[in-house]
């Protein structure tokens, strides 16, 4: 029995022998007796780890294995993630053999195995191999090992690794490779206006999440139109599971959108929309831009009122849109016992007006005053009152005379007073004559 447990022991010994790890930066290794002649029956192995960031240089400073068609016999094979990078035997190269010669073995990654095996003879004390290896540095940001370790916008390279930044207003995202924008508080509250994917028309972020809300009065509804240039990254067979534009307006949801097909337009029947658009790790697209207008509820077509006018004079009328009335001049407006000169209104969300529309009254000057000893006629037969309205002062031709002597005709202006063109509002006196 413990001569078997001695038999196992020894197992285990050569088994751990034949097995060398190498950790350092540099190092070296050769075969076994090297310079003198290596033993028959090996089978050795070097692994090899230098830290992250760096690949491995192995390079041989003397090589002298025994020939053999193919490598057949003894040869020392190099590889590098579980891939063989090359089989090395002889003293010469051959058709069917190889030697190192100044040649050096580089690897990609950080591993790299070396293994020597021998037959079960070494006649001519074949000496062997001696080589050296060295840690060089990865310039990740020239060489780009694995695309998915790319940066999305600069790459700086140091001494054993790399790291990425990110172009002005974007922030580098969690995996430390992509660049995405906080787009998350974008409030539109004009009538009109253009939203796009950041970037746009050039590729946009990966890993981007953006909200864009579009806030109007109640009464507006907005429309939506997009430019002909969209391109999200699509699926054939699943509904758009990469990168896409939802839109929320009210109860109604539009999308998802994907593809290289621009959605037609959109009237939302709302006055508050959502655009949500989302972007995944990946993708090269060119995204999208949308054109937003808002047309405010109808209200009815405006019409003057008698001896007035409307200012605009439109074939539609909206929510906010404004109207002056005006009377024309010898008419005013009566509202609340007070004579305007000016009326304005305004379409409501309601779709009607926010007051109805005044009459037009003309102006009265009322009865005129009287000029003692004096007389008043009227040049109408009904003794009218009204704008443009004409009436005319006299005297007892026998005992007054006018004072000045002048046209005496007064008329009712839009001012509402009889004005006379020459005294204006002051009247005449009846001035005793004489006898």
Same mark, same amino acid.
């Given at each position: 029995?413990?001569?078997?447990?001695?038999?196992?022991?020894?197992?285990?010994?050569?088994?751990?022998?034949?097995?060398?790890?190498?950790?350092?930066?540099?190092?070296?290794?050769?075969?076994?007796?090297?310079?003198?002649?290596?033993?028959?029956?090996?089978?050795?192995?070097?692994?090899?780890?230098?830290?992250?960031?760096?690949?491995?240089?192995?390079? #041989?400073?003397?090589?002298?294995?025994?020939?053999?068609?193919?490598?057949?016999?003894?040869?020392?094979?190099?590889?590098?993630?579980?891939?063989?990078?090359?089989?090395?035997?002889?003293?010469?190269?051959?058709?069917?053999?190889?030697?190192?010669?100044?040649?050096?073995?580089?690897?990609?990654?950080?591993?790299?195995?070396?293994?020597?095996?021998?037959?079960?003879?070494?006649?001519?004390? #074949?000496?062997?191999?001696?080589?050296?290896?060295?840690?060089?540095?990865?310039?990740?940001?020239?060489?780009?090992?694995?695309?998915?370790?790319?940066?999305?916008?600069?790459?700086?390279?140091?001494?054993?690794?790399?790291?990425?930044?990110?172009?002005?207003?974007?922030?580098?995202?969690?995996?430390?490779?992509?660049?995405?924008?906080?787009?998350?508080?974008? %409030?539109?509250?004009?009538?009109?206006?253009?939203?796009?994917?950041?970037?746009?028309?050039?590729?946009?972020?990966?890993?981007?999440? @953006?909200?864009?809300?579009?806030?109007?009065?109640?009464?507006?509804?907005?429309?939506?139109?997009?430019?002909?240039?969209?391109?999200?990254?699509?699926?054939?067979?699943?509904?758009?599971?990469?990168?896409?534009?939802?839109?929320?307006?009210?109860?109604?949801?539009?999308?998802? #959108?994907?593809?290289?097909?621009?959605?037609?337009?959109?009237?939302?029947?709302?006055?508050?929309?959502?655009?949500?658009?989302?972007?995944?790790?990946?993708?090269?697209?060119?995204?999208?831009?949308?054109?937003?207008?808002?047309?405010?509820?109808?209200?009815?077509?405006?019409?003057?009122?008698?001896?007035?006018?409307?200012?605009? %004079?439109?074939?539609?009328?909206?929510?906010?849109?404004?109207?002056?009335?005006?009377?024309?001049?010898?008419?005013?407006?009566?509202?609340?016992?007070?004579?305007?000169?000016?009326?304005?209104?305004?379409?409501?969300?309601?779709?009607?007006?926010?007051?109805?529309?005044?009459?037009?009254?003309?102006?009265?000057?009322?009865?005129?005053?009287?000029?003692?000893?004096? #007389? %008043?006629?009227?040049?109408?037969?009904?003794?009218?009152?009204?704008?443009?309205?004409?009436?005319?002062?006299? @005297?007892?031709?026998?005992?007054?005379?006018?004072?000045?002597?002048?046209?005496?005709?007064?008329?009712?202006?839009?001012?509402?007073?009889?004005?006379?063109?020459?005294?204006?509002?002051?009247?005449?006196?009846?001035?005793?004559?004489?006898?």
């Amino acid at each position: 029995m413990r001569c078997f447990w001695l038999f196992v022991l020894s197992l285990f010994s050569t088994a751990a022998a034949n097995l060398t790890e190498l950790t350092g930066m540099f190092g070296h290794i050769q075969s076994p007796n090297y310079p003198e002649g290596y033993p028959s029956d090996l089978d050795v192995t070097w692994n090899i780890t230098v830290p992250i960031g760096f690949r491995i240089k192995l390079y #041989f400073m003397h090589f002298d294995l025994e020939p053999s068609y193919l490598c057949e016999y003894d040869y020392v094979k190099v590889s590098a993630d579980e891939d063989l990078l090359e089989t090395f035997c002889g003293r010469e190269r051959t058709d069917t053999e190889e030697i190192p010669g100044r040649e050096f073995v580089l690897t990609n990654s950080n591993t790299m195995s070396v293994t020597f095996k021998t037959d079960f003879s070494n006649e001519e004390r #074949f000496t062997g191999f001696e080589a050296h290896y060295t840690a060089i540095d990865i310039d990740e940001c020239v060489e780009k090992l694995d695309e998915a370790l790319v940066c999305d916008h600069f790459c700086h390279n140091y001494i054993g690794g790399y790291y990425c930044s990110c172009r002005f207003s974007y922030i580098l995202h969690s995996d430390n490779r992509t660049c995405k924008v906080e787009c998350n508080d974008n %409030v539109f509250t004009e009538k009109s206006g253009v939203i796009s994917s950041p970037d746009y028309p050039n590729p946009y972020p990966k890993s981007t999440d @953006c909200l864009y809300r579009i806030e109007l009065e109640e009464g507006f509804t907005i429309s939506l139109e997009f430019a002909e240039i969209f391109d999200l990254e699509d699926h054939p067979d699943v509904p758009c599971p990469y990168d896409y534009i939802k839109i929320k307006a009210g109860l109604s949801e539009f999308g998802p #959108f994907c593809g290289d097909k621009a959605p037609d337009t959109i009237n939302t029947n709302s006055s508050d929309v959502l655009i949500l658009f989302h972007s995944d790790d990946s993708g090269d697209n060119q995204g999208w831009k949308v054109t937003f207008k808002s047309v405010g509820a109808p209200c009815p077509v405006v019409q003057p009122p008698a001896n007035g006018t409307i200012e605009p %004079v439109q074939d539609q009328y909206s929510f906010k849109d404004q109207v002056q009335i005006r009377c024309n001049i010898g008419f005013k407006f009566v509202k609340g016992g007070d004579e305007v000169e000016a009326y304005q209104i305004e379409c409501q969300k309601s779709g009607t007006w926010s007051s109805s529309i005044p009459t037009c009254k003309v102006i009265d000057c009322g009865t005129p005053r009287l000029v003692v000893d004096g #007389f %008043v006629t009227f040049h109408s037969k009904a003794n009218l009152t009204l704008f443009r309205s004409r009436i005319e002062y006299s @005297c007892p031709a026998l005992y007054y005379q006018m004072e000045p002597e002048l046209n005496t005709t007064y008329t009712c202006m839009e001012n509402g007073f009889w004005v006379n063109d020459e005294l204006g509002t002051d009247l005449p006196t009846c001035q005793p004559g004489p006898f």
